[in-house]
């Protein structure tokens, strides 16, 4: 069963007739389309909407779907009304947490008495679990992006800036075949560290500082994602005794992960670990879910009862962050299996000290 006729399924046991794509990752996971437009789905139709610039790429991207050009005397709105009559469909599953206000009341006009309904998620549920492709996908990413790790320690010297780090990282990564950034890369040392988004700026690295790196590569439009924090020089009791906090926290929450773990259990393990020694100091999730885009279910977080199977992928980043002291994450990937879980991150976890 092809990837369409796997939703086509899904969406029947919703009670779906008819669907309308637009999140990029979901076009691209459904037909392998990189490109522009939105995606209609009936038993009837399965059909791409995009203009010019893209009708060639449809044509070598997903050749089993049909192309349907928008242009000038021919609106989107239109067309897209014209496939739900040819399905017979009384109501169309959009996705309204994608699509913005105006977006739904313009298609709602279009489309006169076909019913707009929400898709509520669906195709992301199909891509929870990856298959042997995806997942090899994400493991190249993840060993580029540790060679760029590697490959950019021996550059990072006092003076240089966040920016100039994180710079230099995303060229190791580029050079190395990753297709682009899997998010933003954060670079950021010292008391900058406590911002657990921080955005590189011109802060330049001091001896006695912290660093923390958090990026991923790119393969085939899978990412990764990892943290590695390090010392610029030797660092102090007190920084030592914060990183050394994060890893056993880390170390204790991958050693419960498991098919059949719940990820609120999971995420239990680092947080009750963490606070007791570091109060009110790590505040975010544990972890989430990676694939084609960065942040996708399940979430190692308090209230996700989800329970982990074989290919779920999850992060595993706890984070200590300390006002007017800076902080710390460490982070891996964890690849559930049918015994336990592959961690695609081979970079080193004991503090370095450059």
Request: hydrophobic share 40%.
């Amino acid at each position: 069963m092809n990837r369409l006729e796997g939703f086509l399924s899904a969406m029947a046991l919703q009670g779906l007739t008819a669907a309308l794509v637009h999140r990029p990752e979901n076009m691209r996971y459904l037909t392998g389309y990189t490109g522009e437009g939105c995606l209609f789905v009936s038993n009837d139709a399965q059909a791409i909407l995009t203009d010019f610039r893209y009708v060639e790429q449809v044509s070598r991207q997903a050749p089993f779907v049909e192309c349907i050009r928008t242009h000038a005397g021919k609106s989107l709105g239109t067309l897209i009304r014209k496939l739900s009559e040819r399905s017979h469909c009384n109501a169309l599953a959009v996705e309204t947490d994608f699509l913005c206000y105006d977006e739904c009341v313009a298609l709602q006009n279009a489309l006169g008495n076909v019913q707009l309904l929400s898709l509520s998620a669906l195709p992301e549920s199909l891509r929870i679990c990856k298959d042997d492709g995806e997942i090899a996908s994400i493991c190249r990413a993840a060993d580029i992006a540790c060679r760029a790790f590697e490959a950019l320690l021996p550059k990072i010297h006092p003076g240089m800036t966040e920016r100039e780090v994180a710079i230099a990282l995303n060229y190791e990564m580029l050079y190395l075949g990753s297709e682009g950034e899997a998010f933003p890369t954060i670079a950021c040392a010292g008391l900058n560290g406590s911002l657990p988004h921080a955005v590189p700026g011109e802060h330049r690295l001091e001896k006695g500082e912290l660093l923390t790196l958090d990026f991923g590569a790119t393969c085939d439009g899978y990412r990764s994602d990892m943290t590695r924090t390090v010392g610029i020089g030797k660092v102090s009791n007190e920084l030592r005794s914060v990183y050394q906090t994060v890893l056993d926290a880390q170390l204790l929450a991958l050693s419960a992960i498991r098919p059949g773990a719940v990820c609120e259990d999971i995420d239990a393990q680092a947080r009750d670990y963490i606070e007791a020694r570091y109060p009110g100091a790590f505040g975010h999730a544990l972890g989430h879910g990676v694939g084609l885009y960065i942040h996708e279910q399940p979430r190692l977080g308090k209230g996700d009862k989800t329970v982990l199977q074989p290919g779920h992928v999850v992060t595993v980043e706890p984070g200590i962050y300390i006002s007017g002291l800076g902080g710390c994450r460490i982070e891996d990937m964890a690849i559930l299996t049918s015994v336990g879980f592959m961690n695609p991150i081979s970079a080193p976890k004991q503090l370095i000290e450059l």
